[in-house]
């Protein structure tokens, strides 16, 4: 069959990037069906990743495919519409505020047996750090112990963790530091779970959005919820963490980032994972931040969440068997997209992770942890 000038295009673009069409390395695709190529140059990202889930082309290393179309700049090369739109709903309305329970019901009500077997076994579901560490349960560990010591946790501080997830951070810090611990979230999953966790200790998981906070903590910590507020509602997210922090406080933020203000979110990922996400830039919470807080630690380890994601992937896979009675085929493309996909662009350094420290300056000497 003769080559159409789709195929002709991907061929030239993919090339830049290294990548062969039913080529024999691991990054290289299979196409399986051949409307592959028009589906790809028309609808970007979004028809990428909606053709895997159809089956319609393969790859043994979705995570290297990824990291090389990103480090070649093959996003910049296939624009289209999808982008456009998100990109432009983000500018023109406040989707994250119109229904704010709503990623919690789309995403993090997916099932606890699925996370339960991909998380580590605190059910970890952020960034590990993996210094010094051999696998993923040591990775959290060190994660969770590290973000108590930037918080210079005592026994009997009461602590504030914003998008708690089933209560992983809460219940470390209340078994290794003595904390009170509240926990707020937006999934009723986790709630219930969270709950039969953290039996026993003086932690409570609310089903709970932050803009309903009204109360004073010692501490509070937000890991992995930032990229649900949307840029519009950074500011009255830190008002209110800073309204409800004592005055000799500490807040840590650990957030993944975009290194720029573009605006919105994969178009894959935002129909299929993560709805209504937004990607902050350093510098729109830095902005957010004025006269607020003292920026007193920023921590960017983004290169261990490649490992993170490869590591979820590695026990989601090794789980399917007991998965795949409730979730058909077509999940588990799309999930094992999901988490490739991101490593690869961790790998590339297309988004980062940050952990930042902020005090409202009662602080009067902050020593940095790593």
Not at 138 to 148: D, F, G, H, V, W
Request: aromatic share 12%.
């Amino acid at each position: 069959m003769a080559e159409t000038s789709y195929e002709k295009t991907c061929r030239e673009i993919l090339g830049l990037a290294d990548i062969q069409i039913n080529g024999n390395r691991p990054w290289d695709i299979k196409v399986n069906n051949p409307e592959l190529y028009k589906r790809i140059l028309s609808q970007g990202s979004l028809g990428l990743g909606e053709s895997y889930m159809d089956g319609w082309w393969d790859c043994k290393a979705i995570d290297e495919f990824i990291n090389r179309i990103f480090r070649a700049e093959l996003d910049k090369k296939v624009k289209n519409l999808s982008n456009m739109s998100i990109i432009l709903k983000a500018k023109l309305t406040n989707p994250q505020r119109r229904d704010a329970f709503d990623i919690g019901k789309k995403h993090y009500d997916t099932g606890n047996d699925l996370f339960s077997l991909m998380l580590d076994k605190r059910m970890v579901y952020t960034c590990a750090y993996w210094e010094n560490a051999k696998n993923l349960d040591s990775a959290q560990e060190n994660k969770l112990r590290l973000t108590c010591e930037k918080l210079k946790l005592k026994p009997g501080m009461k602590v504030l963790d914003i998008g708690c997830g089933w209560g992983s951070f809460l219940k470390y810090a209340a078994e290794k530091y003595g904390i009170k611990g509240v926990g707020i979230t937006v999934s009723k999953e986790q709630v219930e779970l969270g709950n039969q966790l953290c039996k026993g200790l003086d932690v409570e998981i609310r089903y709970q959005d932050y803009e309903d906070l009204d109360e004073k903590f010692d501490r509070i910590v937000s890991l992995g919820m930032f990229e649900h507020v949307g840029h519009k509602n950074f500011r009255k997210y830190m008002e209110i963490v800073n309204k409800c922090l004592n005055e000799n406080g500490l807040f840590l933020l650990h957030t993944i980032g975009s290194m720029n203000t573009r605006g919105g979110t994969d178009p894959w990922l935002n129909k299929y994972i993560f709805p209504n996400g937004f990607l902050p830039s350093l510098n729109q919470i830095i902005k957010s931040s004025e006269n607020l807080f003292i920026l007193e630690d920023l921590h960017n380890f983004s290169v261990n969440y490649d490992k993170t994601l490869i590591a979820w992937h590695h026990n989601f896979i090794k789980s399917w068997d007991k998965l795949k009675e409730k979730y058909p085929e077509r999940f588990k493309r799309m999930w094992e997209y999901y988490l490739l996909s991101c490593a690869g662009a961790f790998r590339a350094r297309n988004i980062q992770i940050w952990q930042i420290v902020f005090s409202k300056g009662r602080i009067l000497e902050y020593k940095s942890i790593r």
